[in-house]
């Protein structure tokens, strides 16, 4: 079945139209959720805009508040798998990654490179998770102090001992960076504080003076990066923004979705998670309409919920690839299943024939 209303399945027609109600009748309404293809970003983000309401839709807030107002290389997957000779991988992402993917000599580098094992730094707890690296261990709270710490060994600036470490740890530590000849610092918004990501950047400006250092972002999974990028070109912002006002006003603490929605401050939510069946995180109760594969478990049922397809699986699509680190087109075998954007540009019809 493709739709239900409280539940019950619904005609897809039936559906629409409660939805269409639900959004005519609010005033303040948020577009959020886990994820959604290109398409399905573009779609959700215009109706939030004619509707004059919230859209916070995906996960990439933080990274895009991390590279406000500095400078930072970046390389892509394959860049640094053939060429990092010293990784820092920050946080137990990173190191999981590393330790997958970064376990073997690099194949590439300068003039008489000769391949060697590449030296893998992690801070963060969970030594266990690369064989043969180097550890600095810290818990997630003190990640933003290490890597601080790193950056001030770096800059030769006086430095105290932290989290277990000397003062000589930490050079020791800072002159394995600053001897890399291609040293790529691997790291997940999901794993860091904003803080921690503003002291890498910090760090890495510092090891750009004596040598190459780069960083590999990890790309968050259900397309947050392609949403990022939906939203800054059809807006110019990096994420949570306001249509209330007539135009695009971004503002990451008061344009998030959980917090509108917990506080009361929204009398409707539109709920997308096209790539996994995923419920909403927040616990306010405002009337919802999602938008998900089958099997999402709700804390109550929905006022409208409607069945949708993965993309690239039951229908074609647009989305960030780490590895091409790009958008790719993924074509597939269409099923009954339709699409985010082919439900909420239905949905839009709706509520642009009800305002006439």
């Given at each position: 079945?493709?739709?239900?209303?409280?539940?019950?399945?619904?005609?897809?027609?039936?559906?629409?139209?409660?939805?269409?109600?639900?959004?005519?009748?609010?005033?303040?309404?948020?577009?959020?959720?886990?994820?959604?293809?290109?398409?399905?970003?573009?779609?959700?983000?215009?109706?939030?805009?004619?509707?004059?309401?919230?859209?916070?839709?995906?996960?990439?807030?933080?990274?895009?508040?991390?590279?406000?107002?500095?400078?930072?290389?970046?390389?892509?997957?394959?860049?640094?798998?053939?060429?990092?000779?010293?990784?820092?991988?920050?946080?137990?992402?990173?190191?999981?990654?590393?330790?997958?993917?970064?376990?073997?000599?690099?194949?590439?580098?300068?003039?008489?490179?000769?391949?060697?094992?590449?030296?893998?730094?992690?801070?963060?707890?969970?030594?266990?998770?690369?064989?043969?690296?180097?550890?600095?261990?810290?818990?997630?709270?003190?990640?933003?102090?290490?890597?601080?710490?790193?950056?001030?060994?770096?800059?030769?600036?006086?430095?105290?001992?932290?989290?277990?470490?000397?003062?000589?740890?930490?050079?020791?530590?800072?002159?394995?960076?600053?001897?890399?000849?291609?040293?790529?610092?691997?790291?997940?918004?999901?794993?860091?504080?904003?803080?921690?990501?503003?002291?890498?950047?910090?760090?890495?400006?510092?090891?750009?003076?004596?040598?190459?250092?780069?960083?590999?972002?990890?790309?968050?999974?259900?397309?947050?990066?392609?949403?990022?990028?939906?939203?800054?070109?059809?807006?110019?912002?990096?994420?949570?923004?306001?249509?209330?006002?007539?135009?695009?006003?971004?503002?990451?603490w008061r344009f998030d979705a959980s917090r509108l929605v917990n506080s009361g401050e929204c009398d409707a939510?539109?709920?997308?998670?096209?790539?996994?069946?995923?419920?909403?995180?927040?616990?306010?109760?405002?009337?919802?309409?999602?938008?998900?594969?089958?099997?999402?478990?709700?804390?109550?049922?929905?006022?409208?919920?409607?069945?949708?397809?993965?993309?690239?699986?039951?229908?074609?699509?647009?989305?960030?690839?780490?590895?091409?680190?790009?958008?790719?087109?993924?074509?597939?075998?269409?099923?009954?299943?339709?699409?985010?954007?082919?439900?909420?540009?239905?949905?839009?019809?709706?509520?642009?024939?009800?305002?006439?």
């Amino acid at each position: 079945m493709t739709a239900f209303i409280k539940g019950a399945p619904a005609s897809l027609d039936a559906a629409l139209d409660r939805a269409g109600d639900i959004l005519r009748a609010a005033k303040s309404p948020v577009f959020a959720g886990a994820g959604a293809d290109i398409a399905g970003a573009r779609s959700a983000l215009s109706l939030a805009q004619a509707m004059g309401g919230v859209f916070d839709l995906g996960d990439a807030a933080q990274e895009m508040r991390a590279m406000q107002g500095r400078r930072l290389m970046y390389t892509t997957p394959r860049e640094a798998k053939s060429r990092a000779d010293v990784v820092l991988a920050i946080g137990e992402e990173a190191a999981r990654y590393a330790a997958k993917h970064m376990s073997k000599p690099p194949k590439l580098g300068r003039e008489g490179f000769k391949a060697a094992p590449r030296i893998i730094l992690h801070a963060g707890a969970g030594r266990e998770t690369i064989e043969g690296g180097k550890t600095i261990e810290a818990s997630l709270e003190r990640l933003p102090g290490v890597v601080a710490a790193l950056a001030a060994a770096v800059k030769g600036a006086p430095l105290t001992g932290y989290a277990g470490l000397s003062s000589d740890d930490f050079k020791a530590f800072a002159e394995i960076l600053k001897t890399a000849q291609f040293g790529v610092a691997v790291w997940s918004p999901a794993d860091l504080h904003p803080m921690a990501a503003e002291a890498l950047m910090i760090l890495a400006e510092a090891l750009n003076a004596a040598t190459r250092f780069t960083s590999l972002m990890l790309a968050q999974g259900d397309n947050a990066r392609g949403i990022a990028d939906v939203v800054v070109w059809m807006t110019g912002f990096p994420g949570r923004v306001s249509f209330a006002q007539g135009s695009a006003e971004y503002d990451p603490w008061r344009f998030d979705a959980s917090r509108l929605v917990n506080s009361g401050e929204c009398d409707a939510a539109v709920w997308v998670s096209a790539f996994r069946a995923a419920a909403p995180p927040w616990t306010g109760a405002p009337p919802l309409i999602a938008l998900t594969g089958p099997g999402a478990a709700f804390a109550k049922p929905p006022e409208v919920h409607f069945n949708i397809g993965k993309p690239g699986v039951d229908h074609s699509g647009e989305y960030y690839d780490a590895m091409a680190d790009g958008l790719i087109s993924a074509a597939a075998v269409k099923s009954d299943k339709l699409s985010v954007a082919a439900v909420l540009d239905a949905l839009a019809v709706r509520v642009e024939r009800r305002a006439a």
